[in-house]
T-cell receptor
Framework: AQSVSQHNHHVILSEAASLELGCNYS??????LFWYVQYPGQHLQLLLK??????LVKGIKGFEAEFIKSKFSFNLRKPSVQWSDTAEYFC???????????FGTGTRLQVFP | NAGVTQTPKFRVLKTGQSMTLLCAQD?????MYWYRQDPGMGLRLIHY???????AKGEVPDGYNVSRLKKQNFLLGLESAAPSQTSVYFC?????????????FGPGTRLTVT
């Protein structure tokens, strides 16, 4: 069965620090990869996604992620975080022969001014 | 467009009571999903639908039933609520699950079962 691992459960940073959140998945076939963000009190919204092509994808608000197929990873990065990035971040994987999206357990990011 | 809406936003039930959560989308999407979100467990898929009149089980379907009588609506039912069903429930929709198409999420329903 597919699974998604997010090893960082809670990350605390100061503004302007760099961010990298890990995401690893277990599935040997072709996948679509997503990062969703949930700001406090709000619903999930898409941050970025990978379907095909350039493995380095750029999303909204300065976020990017790199798909490394050999490592089954899709880590999220941002060079300089802001207080407004405080949120919960979810990695999700869709195996291309299925109709389901499997989510990781989420990483809670707190950014202090 | 309202996107994905959910009613109610909050609900408190006693053990053994029943209720139905309604999800509606105005984007003409084929696919609809119900998830539950619990601390430290992320989002887990309860049931989903790939089109009007279809339903399928997700990861955690026990204790829930669903119906998709109209394309725009997806109902989640709890026949006999249990405290373990205390959670935040999210509905989502998408026009496909292929080619990296994203899911659009509703605002959530916070359910407490006492």
């Amino acid at each position: 069965a597919q699974s998604v691992s997010q090893h960082n459960h809670h990350v605390i940073l100061s503004e302007a620090a760099s961010l990298e959140l890990g995401c690893n998945y277990s599935y040997g076939g072709t996948v679509n990869l997503f990062w969703y963000v949930q700001y406090p009190g709000q619903h999930l919204q898409l941050l970025l996604k990978y379907f095909s092509g350039d493995p380095l994808v750029k999303g909204i608000k300065g976020f990017e992620a790199e798909f490394i197929k050999s490592k089954f990873s899709f880590n999220l990065r941002k060079p300089s975080v802001q207080w407004s990035d405080t949120a919960e971040y979810f990695c999700a994987v869709n195996a291309r022969n299925t109709d389901k999206l499997i989510f990781g357990t989420g990483t809670r990011l707190q950014v202090f001014p | 467009n309202a996107g994905v809406t959910q009613t109610p936003k909050f609900r408190v039930l006693k053990t053994g009571q029943s209720m139905t959560l309604l999800c509606a989308q105005d984007m003409n999407h084929e696919y609809m999903y119900w998830y539950r979100q619990d601390p430290g467990m992320g989002l887990r898929l309860i049931h989903y639908s790939v089109g009007e009149g279809t339903t399928a089980k997700g990861e955690v379907p026990d204790g829930y039933n669903v119906s998709r009588l109209k394309k725009q609506n997806f109902l989640l039912g709890l026949e006999s609520a249990a405290p373990s069903q205390t959670s935040v429930y999210f509905c989502a929709s998408s026009y496909s699950m292929h080619r990296g198409v994203e899911q659009y999420f509703g605002p959530g329903t916070r359910l407490t079962v006492t």
